[in-house]
């Protein structure tokens, strides 16, 4: 049977190349696609949501979610990254690209969710502003969800600890207070982190041999990457970028590819380290806890990088 997906995102471009990438794979039904604050605006983000299912012929729906985090102040569209339109400035017609489903965000995720109980996975890869505002509305849903895979955080295996601030992720740093709701309301959730996606690097070569081997895919993925991997030789000297949020759809494609840990997870919600992923893996109970009531979630702590690229290029070829 193939996976029920939801696809939660703040579509950028590590997010074009993951939606693609779950759409081209036979074990996904990729359902819908929800959008969410971050790489770019929420009109913007939407909008390269319908610019992407008009090209693509994508059958899923789209909602549109939250323009604000539940608590802290919202920042600004990480433009220097993801370029002023969130897909490198390329070029997208002025034209109507079709209409948003009539359901917000998280009234969609629940209505999907009741429909087919047991069987949504829910792939989140921006802010979890949507998925919290779900749970937070109607905590009925989290035991006939699936799986939620998050692509977020960073637990220091492997050396890393955040990118945005010394011990923040950006998704997470966007909307901690939802990020805590999730990790700890009583549905499975698997954090695809920095800890694993900074494993995973597309260097120049690779990305030129996609463009020039996937007729569907390859040309848009190589336009949309070029401003991405500038960034990345700019502020990392990297020849190519890390592949973030196409990790999360790998995972939900195949775990195998993956090593985990198990234990419960928290975040960090004020002070100079706002944002931080904690994970405690320890199953002792301390004298003061607020850990021990919370459900064991798991966390990606190694990946097998070589082959999780192959599958890549092997799905969208």
Same mark, same amino acid.
């Not at 047991?118 to 109607?138: F, H, P």
């Not at 007729?215 to 990345?232: C, L, M, S």
């Not at 419960?264 to 199953?283: C, L, Q, W, Y």
């Given at each position: 049977? +193939?996976k029920?997906?939801?696809f939660?995102?703040? !579509?950028g471009?590590?997010d074009?190349?993951? #939606?693609?990438? $779950?759409?081209?794979?036979?074990?996904?039904?990729?359902?819908?696609?929800?959008t969410?604050f971050?790489?770019a605006s929420i009109?913007?983000?939407?909008?390269?949501?319908?610019? #992407?299912?008009?090209?693509?012929?994508?059958?899923a729906?789209?909602?549109q979610?939250?323009?604000i985090?539940?608590?802290?102040? =919202? @920042?600004?569209p990480?433009?220097?990254v993801?370029?002023?339109? @969130?897909?490198g400035?390329?070029? %997208? =017609?002025?034209e109507? *690209?079709?209409?948003?489903d009539?359901?917000?965000?998280h009234? /969609?995720?629940i209505?999907?969710?009741?429909t087919? !109980?047991?069987?949504?996975?829910?792939?989140?890869? @921006?802010?979890?502003?949507?998925?919290?505002?779900a749970?937070?509305?109607d905590p009925? %849903?989290?035991? #006939?969800v699936?799986e939620? %895979?998050?692509?977020?955080?960073?637990?220091k295996?492997n050396?890393?600890? &955040?990118?945005?601030?010394?011990f923040a992720e950006?998704?997470?740093? @966007?909307?901690?207070?939802? $990020?805590?709701i999730?990790?700890?309301?009583p549905? =499975?959730?698997v954090?695809?982190? #920095?800890?694993?996606?900074?494993?995973?690097?597309m260097?120049?070569?690779?990305?030129?041999k996609?463009?020039?081997?996937?007729?569907?895919?390859?040309?848009?993925?190589?336009k949309?990457? +070029?401003?991405?991997?500038? *960034?990345?030789k700019?502020t990392?000297n990297?020849? &190519? *970028? *890390?592949?973030?949020?196409?990790?999360?759809?790998? /995972?939900?494609?195949? !775990?195998?590819?993956?090593?985990?840990?198990? &234990?419960?997870?928290?975040?960090?919600t004020? &002070?100079?380290a706002i944002?931080?992923?904690?994970?405690?893996?320890?199953?002792?109970?301390? !004298?003061?806890?607020?850990w021990?009531?919370?459900?064991?979630?798991?966390?990606?702590?190694?990946?097998?990088?070589e082959?999780f690229?192959?599958l890549?290029?092997?799905?969208?070829?």
């Amino acid at each position: 049977m +193939r996976k029920k997906v939801i696809f939660d995102t703040d !579509p950028g471009i590590d997010d074009a190349m993951a #939606l693609l990438f $779950a759409e081209a794979h036979d074990s996904i039904d990729l359902m819908g696609i929800t959008t969410v604050f971050g790489n770019a605006s929420i009109e913007s983000g939407t909008r390269n949501a319908l610019f #992407l299912k008009k090209k693509f012929d994508l059958k899923a729906d789209v909602a549109q979610g939250a323009d604000i985090p539940l608590v802290v102040e =919202p @920042g600004e569209p990480t433009t220097f990254v993801h370029g002023d339109n @969130g897909l490198g400035n390329i070029d %997208i =017609p002025d034209e109507d *690209f079709g209409m948003v489903d009539p359901r917000v965000a998280h009234d /969609y995720i629940i209505e999907q969710v009741k429909t087919h !109980p047991y069987e949504i996975t829910i792939i989140a890869v @921006g802010r979890l502003t949507n998925l919290a505002l779900a749970y937070q509305k109607d905590p009925s %849903i989290a035991p #006939l969800v699936k799986e939620v %895979i998050v692509m977020g955080g960073a637990f220091k295996f492997n050396g890393h600890t &955040g990118n945005v601030t010394p011990f923040a992720e950006a998704n997470i740093l @966007g909307d901690p207070h939802a $990020a805590d709701i999730v990790f700890t309301a009583p549905w =499975p959730v698997v954090v695809v982190g #920095l800890d694993v996606t900074q494993q995973s690097i597309m260097d120049t070569q690779y990305v030129e041999k996609l463009r020039d081997s996937s007729e569907k895919y390859g040309d848009f993925i190589y336009k949309i990457t +070029r401003f991405y991997a500038d *960034f990345h030789k700019k502020t990392a000297n990297l020849d &190519g *970028f *890390f592949v973030h949020d196409a990790s999360a759809v790998a /995972y939900a494609i195949d !775990p195998s590819l993956f090593t985990t840990k198990k &234990g419960n997870i928290r975040v960090v919600t004020e &002070g100079p380290a706002i944002g931080h992923t904690m994970f405690k893996s320890d199953p002792r109970v301390y !004298p003061v806890d607020e850990w021990s009531n919370k459900p064991l979630q798991h966390i990606c702590i190694d990946v097998n990088s070589e082959a999780f690229l192959e599958l890549y290029m092997k799905t969208l070829v």
